[in-house]
T-cell receptor, first 114, second 111 residues
Framework: DAMVIQNPRYQVTQFGKPVTLSCSQTLNHNVMYWYQQKSSQAPKLLFHYYDKDFNNEADTPDNFQSRRPNTSFCFLDIRSPGLGDAAMYLC?????????????FGPGTRLLVL | QKEVEQDPGPLSVPEGAIVSLNCTYSNSAFQYFMWYRQYSRKGPELLMYTYSSGNKEDGRFTAQVDKSSKYISLFIRDSQPSDSATYLCAVNSNSGYALNFGKGTSLLVTP
């Protein structure tokens, strides 16, 4: 089945220790998104790629970066995690950027910062 | 004013009840309306997708959009314990790329 896969499902890191979260997709979609979702809150878009073009949301902290080496994979790098970065990180894909396009979400990676 | 407002609940109903979940939104440019279901510690799963005003039915689920009042609803008939989850509404405009989510309503269906 075509799907969005995220690894690891749970990640524990130490305060200030860089961490990388991974997303892969078999849908061959052009767009990949990263959202941050804190407990009982709406998912918040951090950035997205349309193919190789990267778009950072204005309020995404500099601490968060992303890489997309090919169509299938996208990575979220947190350079120096703080306690406030503990959250669920959701990867989503879509065929295109138009508002009518459905976004398909992965299962998420839950990040704990000690 | 937030783009999308959604009562977080929690909402607790007995099995078999009809559930009504609602959202309001502020921007009249929104044309695409979605409901996602999110089980605990999982990613959101698309449940219903509607374009513009009207009703859409899929099994026990009905999505309703009233653009004149900027109000969207999800009805669940004959609710089951397996429906226990958080339900997120999301809206988008034709030119938007980012989904505008509500905070989600937590639903518990008790046997």
């Amino acid at each position: 089945d075509a799907m969005v896969i995220q690894n690891p499902r749970y990640q524990v890191t130490q305060f200030g220790k860089p961490v990388t979260l991974s997303c892969s997709q078999t849908l061959n979609h052009n767009v990949m998104y990263w959202y941050q979702q804190k407990s009982s809150q709406a998912p918040k878009l951090l950035f997205h790629y349309y193919d190789k073009d990267f778009n950072n949301e204005a309020d995404t902290p500099d601490n968060f970066q992303s890489r997309r080496p090919n169509t299938s994979f996208c990575f979220l790098d947190i350079r120096s995690p703080g306690l406030g970065d503990a959250a669920m990180y959701l990867c989503a894909t879509a065929p295109g950027l138009a508002g009518r396009e459905t976004q398909y979400f992965g299962p998420g990676t839950r990040l704990l910062v000690l | 004013q937030k783009e999308v407002e959604q009562d977080p609940g929690p909402l607790s109903v007995p099995e078999g009840a009809i559930v009504s979940l609602n959202c309001t939104y502020s921007n009249s440019a929104f044309q695409y309306f979605m409901w996602y279901r999110q089980y605990s510690r999982k990613g959101p799963e698309l449940l219903m997708y509607t374009y513009s005003s009207g009703n859409k039915e899929d099994g026990r689920f009905t999505a309703q959009v009233d653009k004149s009042s900027k109000y969207i609803s999800l009805f669940i008939r004959d609710s089951q314990p397996s429906d226990s989850a958080t339900y997120l509404c999301a809206v988008n405009s034709n030119s938007g790329y980012a989904l505008n989510f509500g905070k989600g309503t937590s639903l518990l269906v008790t046997p």
